[in-house]
């Protein structure tokens, strides 16, 4: 597809459960965001890379949070031992350049039981 | 401490009208601002961005304007449309970083 595209689409998880969440940029952008959406609440920022380098990840709120993306193109945001404080929607962007227009995926929804 | 606001959560107006919506912000390094646009279960779409070297940017029925002294922009859309019924995320971003940081959003309906 043209757009980016992320799965899955739901996830419901039990408390303790470890997830991965998957990315699928547009083909040849270079720069890739994840951002956390909490109900009723605009997207959060999370962390973003450049390339397969990861620049910043200031905004993962613990270190049960990782993010990675080893070629440079599809990204996995990982969250072990999730809590139900992570339920929210999980976002992905990508742009052709830093600073660029970001094009968001549809979304995860995770829901920790 | 939110650094964009949208104070109305929500907003409705009657077709062919005027829409505007509102954001303001605190962080005096914000250099660039974006407005985006939002359906159920889609993701965020760009819809007009603002540099803070101007203080208006237009772009078919929508036009973004920059009070820099205020720390406040908006988004008028004329005339609305049903089809814009929609959350509008304004957002912001410091130093051409691309990160942005983003407000609660507004919901705006827009009725036929």
């Known amino acids: 597809g043209a757009g980016v595209s992320q799965s899955p689409r739901y996830k419901v998880a039990k408390r303790g459960q470890d997830v991965a969440l998957r990315c699928d940029p547009i083909?040849?952008?270079?720069?890739l965001f994840w951002y956390q959406q909490a109900l009723g609440q605009g997207p959060e920022f999370l962390t973003y890379?450049?390339?397969?380098?990861?620049?910043?990840k200031s905004g993962l709120p613990s270190d049960r949070f990782f993010a990675e993306r080893p070629e440079g193109s599809v990204s996995t945001l990982k969250i072990q031992r999730t809590q139900q404080e992570d339920s929210a929607v999980y976002l992905c962007?990508?742009?052709?350049?830093?600073?660029?227009?970001?094009?968001f995926g549809p979304g995860t929804r995770l829901t920790v039981l | 401490d939110q650094q964009v606001k949208q104070n109305s959560p929500s907003l409705s107006v009657q077709e062919g009208r005027i829409s505007i919506l509102n954001c303001d912000y605190t962080?005096?390094?914000?250099?660039?601002f974006l407005w985006y646009k939002k359906y159920p279960a889609e993701g965020p779409t760009f819809l007009i961005s603002?540099?803070?070297?101007?203080d208006k940017n237009e772009d078919g029925r929508f036009t973004v304007f920059l009070n820099k002294s205020a720390k406040h922009l908006s988004l008028h859309i004329v005339p609305s449309q049903p089809g814009d019924s929609a959350v509008y995320f304004c957002?912001?971003?410091?130093?051409?970083?691309?990160?942005?940081?983003f407000g609660d959003g507004t919901t705006l309906t827009v009725k036929p």
């Open positions: 957002a912001a971003s410091a130093g051409g970083a691309g990160k942005s940081t």
């Open positions: 962080n005096s390094m914000f250099d660039y």
């Open positions: 962007a990508s742009s052709l350049a830093l600073g660029g227009e970001q094009f």
């Open positions: 603002i540099s803070s070297i101007k």
């Open positions: 890379f450049q390339n397969e380098a990861q620049l910043d």
């Open positions: 083909s040849g952008h270079v720069s």
